[in-house]
């Protein structure tokens, strides 16, 4: 516990101590938190999708719920851990940067725990199928941005504290997920 409220307060100081203590170790328990933020959102997409899976797959609803969870959980480990994690290493050591591998999954890693704070609200929400309208839209907007910023901001530290290069670099390291995250919600709100 103490790890997580220093992560979100501190994280200069918790990627020091996570770089000591798992400095011999190939595999730590971090790749847990990729597992466990898939599986909340294959959760969310369930339920605010639930009546068409229902009639798709034609089984029990409880089947279909924990093919999608376990989906999710799936889908990030192997995001966060096989793409994620090594195109942001691959980008970091054409910046000279000095970090290993299993430095910056350590960096993504932590860097998603601070969107899961959005995640019981979106849950609530698509369980309920309550329309999200008026101040609670900005709410949520809000909410969500300052969230994504809060994650940003940890991994930049973590970039900047694993690579042991300043500012420019850690961004110019973040820019390319930027620009696809950027290019992604453009065409997402054109289509809409």
Do not use: C
């Not at 093919?67 to 480990?77: E, I, P, R, Y």
């Amino acid at each position: 516990m103490n790890t997580l409220v220093t992560i979100l307060n501190k994280p200069n100081q918790t990627f020091e101590y996570l770089e000591k203590k798992y400095e011999d170790v190939s595999n730590p328990d971090y790749d847990v938190i990729f597992m466990v933020f898939g599986a909340f959102f294959g959760l969310i997409s369930f339920l605010t999708d639930y009546n068409s899976a229902t009639k798709i797959f034609n089984i029990h609803p409880a089947f279909i719920g924990l093919f999608v969870v376990l989906l999710g959980a799936g889908t990030a480990f192997v995001f966060g851990k096989h793409i994620i994690a090594p195109l942001t290493y691959w980008i970091g050591k054409a910046l000279k940067g000095e970090a290993a591998k299993e430095q910056i999954r350590i960096t993504i890693a932590y860097s998603w725990i601070p969107l899961f704070f959005k995640l019981p609200i979106d849950v609530y929400y698509s369980a309920t199928n309550t329309p999200i309208i008026g101040v609670e839209y900005w709410i949520m907007t809000v909410l969500g941005l300052l969230t994504y910023i809060w994650a940003l901001r940890i991994e930049i530290i973590g970039l900047m504290h694993f690579n042991k290069y300043g500012l420019y670099k850690a961004i110019v390291n973040k820019l390319p997920f930027l620009i696809i995250q950027g290019g992604f919600l453009y065409w997402i709100l054109t289509i809409t």
